[in-house]
C-alpha cells in the first residue's frame, strides 16, 4: 500500500492574486494599475498567438474585496492552513510613492485578521504585476528610482502588517512580467526592446535586495523570498545541440531569477554564450549586485506544465520552446505531474536544499458556460491529486525542503489578457451576480488538507 501522507506541518492552501480577485479597482482611494489602463486601452485588438484581448475588464476579480469574509469562512471550512495572496500597490500608495492610503492599510489589516482568526497563516506577496500606472508612466521597472520606490512601499507593508505576517514574497514570476513585457512586447507595457527588459530586470533584483535588506534589518521574525515561473524542460531531440539549449533555457527561466538571489551573479553560461544579451546588459551591473546582494530564505516555484526546446542560434538566448510531448486539447496549459517532481528535485540540488513552497499550480478547464458542469470538474480532482501526490513522494524521497503547495486559484477570477473567460478556482463564481459555488474539486482538497492524506 503507497501512502500519499503529506506532514502535518505541511502548508497547504489556495492562492489569488489582488488585481485578480479583489475587484473595487477604483474604490476607497485607489489608483489604476497598468493591468486596468491596458485592459481597457486594448480591449478587442490582437493580443498574441492569435488570441483577442479581451473585453472584460478586471474592474470585478472575484468581488474579494467586499466579500472577503466570505472567501475566508470557505477556506475555513475547507480546512487548509494558508492562503497566498498579494497587496495592490495602487491601493496601499495610490501615486506610486509617497502618500499612504489610510483606507488600504485598515481593508488589508481586516483581511490578514480574519485569516488569523480562522488558523489560517497569509503568505504574502508585495507585487503580483499590478504597477501603478503613474509608475509606469514615469518608465516603471527601467526608471533608475524603481528599487527605492519599490523598498519605500515594501516598508509601509512592512510596518503594517510584518507583526502578523510570516512569509513574504517580494514579487511573483518577474521573469514572466518582464520578459513579455519590454522584451517580447506581449505584456503591459509592450515594449520589445532588449536593453530595456535587461534594465527593468537588474532593476527588479535590486529592488528585490532592498527589500530583504529592510526587512531583515527589522526583525520581524518571518521568512522571505521570491515567486519564480518554472518549467519541466527536457530537449527537443537527442543531439547536443538542443541538450545544451535545455541548459540554458534553464538558466535563463530559473539561473536569472534564483543565481543572483542566492549567489549573487548571474548565470555566467547564459552571458558567455550569448553576446546578444552581454551586450546589452546594464553598465555596473556586477557591481550593483556586488553592493546589495543578500541571500532570501526561499523560493517559491509556480508550475503548471513541461515544455521542450530547441537550440536556435537566432533566438534569445539561443534556445527556442517547442511544444511539449504533452497536449490537453482545449486547455491552457498541458498538465504534467511528474514535472512538479522534476523541477522541486532540480532547484533543491541546483540550490542546496534551499526551502520551497510550491507557490502556484492551476488547472483552467474549458469554459463551458454552464454553472452544474462547471463545478462538476472530475478533470480538476484528478490534476490535483496527481500533483499532490508528487508532493508527498518528493517529501518521502528526502525531498524535506518542500514545505507547502498552494492550488492557483482559490475562486475563478479575472485572468491578464483573456478576462474571465479561464476559470481555474475552486469555486465556481458568477461574475455577474458574485454567486459563488463550490466545485467538485474544493471537495476533494478539504479533504486532503484535512487529513493530509492524498488517496
Ligand atoms: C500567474 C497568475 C496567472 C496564472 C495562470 C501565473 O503565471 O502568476 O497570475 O493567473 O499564471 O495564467
Known sequence: MYGYKLPDDFLIGTANSAFQSEGAWDKDGKSESWMEYYAKLNAGKPARLGMTYSEDMPDRGCFFYDNYEAYIEDMQKTGQNTYRMSLAWPRIIPTGFGAVNPKAIEHYNKVIDKLLECGIQPFVDLYHWDLPQCLNEKGGFTNPQFPEWFEAYAKVCFEAFGDRVKLWSTFNEAQVSLHNGYFSGTFPPFHKNMKEYLQAAQNCLLAHFRAVRLYKSMNL??????VNAILAVSPTDFTEQDVYACALHMDHYVGWWTEPLLEGTYPQRLLRENPNIAENMPEGYQKQLDEWFIPMDFVGLNYYMTKRTRYDPEAFGHFKRAESFYSAPGQFFAPYPPGLF????????????????????????????DEEAECDDEERVTYLREHLRMCARLIRAGYTNLKGYYYWNDADSYEQLRGYDLRFGLTWVDHVTGKRRWKKSRYFFSQVCKSKMVN
Open 221 to 226: 521574525g518571518g521568512k522571505i523570498g521570491i
Open 342 to 369: 522534476d523541477v522541486v528535485q532540480f532547484v533543491s540540488e541546483r540550490y542546496h536544499g534551499i526551502e520551497i513552497y510550491i507557490t502556484e499550480n492551476g488547472c483552467a478547464l474549458p469554459n463551458i458556460h
